[in-house]
């Protein structure tokens, strides 16, 4: 018997693209599994992965690699560590595929040489990607995610040729620390499959010129279509009728994946959803909010469903505060244009932060399934309070000179109006009124130009009740309650802040960490969040996107108070480039009886 592993060479009982799926999943932990071995005797055509699909099987299964046998499914595994799903099925080889499911597997393996994914990245020359998305098809390309045949063409007005696209991209490119074998290879063979059409985004005649290109890449193929919006929101609509009127895939699907920000309030959000949906089902939208795709964002769940020591305590009786901090260490640079219309309450807030709320806060998900989570997220939302005015702090970057290098005001951007009040920074209050949250602040603080780049999430606990150790933590109690902190960026970490004795004869308490530190406990370098939805883009899975009533509850939240802040014309709180942001954001915490998590002075 030879157990599937990451070994450098195709074991025996793999043919070499069962090899290719197997080498990928080793990435996921497959090879430590210990459960599983497969017959030498036997050859495998393939092995099919499906993430998140045996509904009917425990929903912990989430990773599930079927081995194909002569167009059926031979074993099915879960690549958890001491979970064995397994049943007997022949040759001493083992099954928990449902009926359907090896239907699906035994098509996915006849089709698998038939179908093709075309990705047209549309906007192919802006900024995000060539930052994001071309860098995210390649990882997943060199990590052999990616079909057989596929094809990526980038779409634009700008005149290039296929050259041309493939020299902008291969700036951006680089392999992972950890994976730079062959990488030099796999660039030149992955750019060998990205083309360039030059097209308007409103012209059907050019998608339809596009469609022309695909067919002749697609080769008489299935052919599946994923168009990724890398364009500013006002020309969404256009680009969405012409490619979908003009190049749609004939037999295979056709999705869409459609950038933030969608909409700036409830109205233009829904008129948005109205207008895509004249040319797209809904599960044909894949509207993308790249916090999602956070390692410690995916990590929220686990974190709290299967660690019986956090779920009991998530909750109002323990949980004094939730805080939700964002923030950059420079300012809208090059991006003012679309910033100043948006504002950092609708780029970050209404948007990555209260996703992670919404996660955070919702109640046990029936499965892993998309819409089971995306039910209970939407439940969250719409038993969150509206946003008061009273309950958010704005404020605006200004210049600020530190030695000899002279910081910008937001103002000073030459697309900002001179008079802008546009927020940089803003700081809220929110409020879930069911049964577990009664009460509990939920603090969002996000902001530009300030004096670090964070992304985290600290969960303030309670005092403990009658505390035995009252006199020895000295004056400030507030500081010695337990504090959680999700680290979702930059270094990665949770940690525990834990009090405990000084070792010595004397009765001294002290702050301590309980820290797991990403890069301290696993040496694979942590995949960008875009490559993680890209392919779930690919494989048609929805647990990461925003269901069009997730946004509309998210966006019942804010638009009241963004009216507000705009017919009363509010101005920001002004505080310098590379500061802690304006003191209001103190005085509304303080307010709330809650002092930020973020001001200490720590790891
Ligand atoms: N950049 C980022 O970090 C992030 C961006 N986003 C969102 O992603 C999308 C793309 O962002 P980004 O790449 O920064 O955008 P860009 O401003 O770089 O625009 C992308 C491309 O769209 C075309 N374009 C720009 N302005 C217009 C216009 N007024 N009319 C028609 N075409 C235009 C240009 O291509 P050409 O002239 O060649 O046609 C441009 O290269 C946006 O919706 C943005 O909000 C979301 C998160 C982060
Ligand atoms: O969506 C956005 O996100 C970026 C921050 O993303 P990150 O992954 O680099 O943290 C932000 O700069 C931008 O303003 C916003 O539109």
């Known amino acids: 018997m030879a157990a ?23 990435s996921i932990g497959f090879h430590h599994h210990k459960g599983l071995t497969l017959s030498s005797s036997s050859s495998y055509s393939s092995i099919y992965t499906k993430r998140f699909s045996l509904q009917s099987k425990p929903s912990k299964y989430s990773n599930v690699v079927l081995c194909m046998q002569d167009g059926a499914v031979a074993a099915a595994v879960s690549p958890i560590e001491n979970e064995t799903p397994f049943k007997k099925l022949k040759d001493g080889l083992l099954n928990v595929a449902s009926p359907e499911e090896q239907k699906e597997a035994a098509d996915f393996d006849i089709n698998r040489d038939k179908s093709n994914v075309s990705i047209t990245v549309v906007g192919a020359s802006g900024d995000l990607a060539k930052k994001k998305i071309f860098p995210a098809l390649f990882a997943l390309y060199y990590e052999g995610y990616l079909p057989q045949h596929f094809t990526i063409f980038g779409y634009a007005r700008s005149k290039m040729t296929d050259a041309e696209l493939r020299t902008m991209v291969s700036k951006t490119l680089n392999c992972r620390i950890d994976k730079r074998e062959n990488c030099g290879e796999k660039m030149e063979e992955f750019l060998k499959r990205c083309f360039y059409h ?16 695909l067919k002749e890449h697609e080769a008489g193929r299935v052919s599946n279509r994923l168009f990724y919006l890398s364009i500013p929101p006002n020309i969404f609509i256009n680009a969405v009728k012409c490619a979908s009127l003009s190049a749609s895939a004939a037999s295979g699907w056709t ?101 992670i709320l919404a996660l955070f806060a ?59 009040r546009t927020p940089t920074f803003a700081a809220a209050a929110l409020f879930i009124d069911n049964s577990r949250w009664d009460g509990v602040p939920f603090l969002m603080k996000a902001g530009k130009a300030l004096h670090n780049r964070r992304a985290e999430i600290r969960v303030q606990f309670r005092h403990v009740p009658g505390n035995l150790y009252n006199r020895t933590f000295g004056t400030d109690l ?17 940690y525990l802040k834990i009090n405990n004795k000084v070792p010595g ?28 939805l890209l392919l779930d883009a690919i494989e048609g899975e929805r647990r990461l996107f925003i269901r069009s009533d997730e946004l509309d509850a998210a966006w019942s939240l804010f638009t009241p108070v963004l009216k507000e802040i705009e017919e009363k014309k509010i101005t920001p709180e002004y505080y310098p480039y590379g500061s802690r942001g304006p003191v209001g954001a103190h005085y509304l915490a303080a307010r709330y009886n809650v002092r930020w998590g973020d001001l200490g002075l720590e790891q």
């Open 505 to 532: 004869l004397g009765m001294r308490l002290d702050r301590s960490y309980l820290n797991l530190l990403y890069a301290a406990r696993y040496s694979k370098e942590i995949p960008d969040a875009y490559e993680r």
């Open 478 to 494: 507030d500081q010695a309650t337990n504090e959680l902190v999700i680290r979702v960026q930059p270094d990665e970490a949770i």
């Open 255 to 355: 999705r869409v994946i459609v950038e933030k920000p969608f909409g700036r309030d409830s109205e233009s959000s829904a008129a948005l959803t109205k207008a895509l949906k004249q040319y797209l089902e809904e599960d044909q939208i894949f509207r993308i909010d790249h916090y999602l795709g956070k390692e410690l964002v995916e990590n929220l769940s686990v974190l709290r469903f299967s660690n019986l020591i956090f779920e009991p305590l998530w909750s109002r009786q323990y949980i004094r505060n939730v805080q939700f901090i964002f923030s950059e260490d420079f300012g809208t640079e090059g991006r003012g244009g679309y910033f100043d219309n948006y504002g950092i309450i609708r780029d970050i807030m209404q948007n990555h932060l209260l996703q």
């Open 4 to 26: 599937l592993s990451s070994s450098p060479s195709p074991p025996p009982h793999c043919s070499s693209s069962a090899y290719h799926y197997s080498k990928s999943l080793s």
């Open 198 to 213: 030059c097209g308007q985004y409103d012209s059907q005649e050019h998608f339809g010129e596009l469609d022309k290109k």
């Open 362 to 420: 919702m109640e046990t998900p029936v499965s892993l399934d998309a819409e089971d989570i995306r039910n209970e997220k939407v439940k969250v939302l719409r038993s969150m309070r509206p946003l008061k005015l009273d309950d958010v702090v704005t404020g605006q970057y200004k210049c600020h000179t530190k030695g000899v290098v002279a910081y910008p005001a937001y103002t000073d951007d030459k697309t900002v109006p001179k008079d802008s």
